[in-house]
């Protein structure tokens, strides 16, 4: 068993993120929704994954 810590209240972080940074995870979000969609679809129809080799994400 792991050491038991109290909950601390909620805290807000605040950052400073560039435009293409945000572009980029916007756009890595939209393809991971696109992958999820596709995965339910073949989940639904009870066919096989396909096994597909991607780019590790960064």
Do not use: C, F, N, S
């Not at 050491?3 to 756009?27: C, F, G, M």
């Not at 979000?29 to 066919?47: F, P, S, T």
């Amino acid at each position: 068993m792991g050491t038991v810590h109290t909950a601390l209240p909620a805290q807000t972080l605040y950052v400073t993120i560039r435009r293409d940074e945000l572009r980029q995870l916007k756009d890595e979000r939209d393809q991971l929704k696109q992958e999820l969609a596709q995965l339910r679809l073949m989940i639904q129809g009870q066919q096989p994954l396909p096994v597909t080799q991607g780019a590790p994400h960064a």
